[in-house]
């Protein structure tokens, strides 16, 4: 019942917060050695400023370059620690992404799983609201650019999850229809709930244990672990579709 398999990238492939988190600091206390200021005050400002910005994305924002952007989250960080410095904000925003690339790594077991989806004749494509500004190279550096069929970013296609039209833009593209498909994520809001929209199968990978929303649709299955997804996958794979 499922020919086709697609993943969110960041945190549910690979562990982007703790990749984030590290390179947040890192950048920070460079900075700090310079400034004298408070490292971790730094770094947890920007933390602030990149969730709000990733929770608040819109289509509209995709126009904007995402290094741009970044620049601009890092200047409203060292603001909060009493430095006004355009300047050191671009060159911490360009540190902070070559730290970020030594902390990209697949969560364990990830690649066999994509090994053993595409054994199974199933197709596979990764679907993610980041940019392909910097996702192209993140992917090819997790070792993911051959281990799946397709990749669709956000800004190449000005759609955004949990619109249920970039999920069906995805099966599409991979010629497979969306009942027959599944989406595999971490998000409730952006993956769960836009596959369900899409009438797909949905798999919730619950890394933070978080409670399903009041009222919301329950997806086809729940996991904690990347461990248990290709169960969960099968499951789902094999379990009665109602309407």
Known sequence: MIDLVLFDLDDTLHDDTQACLLAGMEAAEEVAREFKIDARMLADAYAREAAIFWH????????TKLARLREQMWERA??????????????????????RKKYFALFPGALELLEEQRARGRRLGILTNGFAETHVEKIALLGLAEAVDATFFADDTGLLKPDPAFFQHACEALDV???????????????IAGALDAGMVAIWL????????????????????FSGVGRALESASLRPRNG
């Open 56 to 63: 608040g994305l819109t289509p509209e924002r995709l126009q």
């Open 177 to 191: 229809p969306a009942e027959r498909a599944a989406m595999v994520g971490d998000r409730y809001e952006r993956d």
């Open 78 to 99: 060292l603001a909060e620690v009493g430095i006004a410095d355009v300047g050191l904000a671009q060159r911490t925003a360009a540190r902070y992404y070559e730290h």
């Open 206 to 225: 619950n890394l933070r244990r978080e409670a399903l929303p009041d009222g919301a649709q329950a997806p086809h299955a729940t996991v904690t672990a």
